[in-house]
């Protein structure tokens, strides 16, 4: 098994700036891709960004620019540095990632979420 706990949520201005983390920890095998996702009130879940184990990484359209999603695999941590945020930014964000177990099976996991409210 593998937890993902996320820190770093938070009330911040429009124009702020928060900084996510999602720590993994557990029987940590093999970490492959790993994303952040955001579900907001009455909207489905939306991928906002992913990266690959070697740091090859994708943004949704609307935050490009302004997010940027970053590993460190020898901390097992995955993080989001988001900048200029905006009111449409406010969601629970949560944490997302593909683990190669031993016996050589993939299985996803999935954090509890960090909230983000972005507002005056």
């Known amino acids: 098994q593998v937890q993902l706990v996320e820190s770093g949520g938070g009330l911040v201005q429009p124009g702020g700036s928060l900084r996510l983390s999602c720590a993994a920890s557990?029987?940590?095998?093999?970490?492959?891709?790993m994303a952040w996702y955001r579900q907001a009130p009455g909207k489905q879940r939306e991928l906002v960004a992913t990266?690959?184990?070697?740091?090859?990484?994708n943004y949704v359209d609307s935050v490009k620019g302004r997010f940027a999603i970053s590993r460190d695999n020898a901390k097992n941590t995955l993080y989001l540095q988001m900048n200029n945020l905006k009111p449409d930014d406010t969601a629970v964000y949560v944490c997302?990632?593909?683990?190669?177990?031993?016996?050589?099976?993939?299985?996803?996991?999935w954090g509890q979420g960090t909230q983000v409210t972005v507002s005056s």
């Open positions: 997302h990632a593909v683990h190669q177990e031993r016996n050589g099976l993939w299985r996803i996991y």
């Open positions: 557990g029987s940590i095998f093999s970490l492959n891709a």
């Open positions: 990266i690959t184990s070697a740091g090859s990484t």
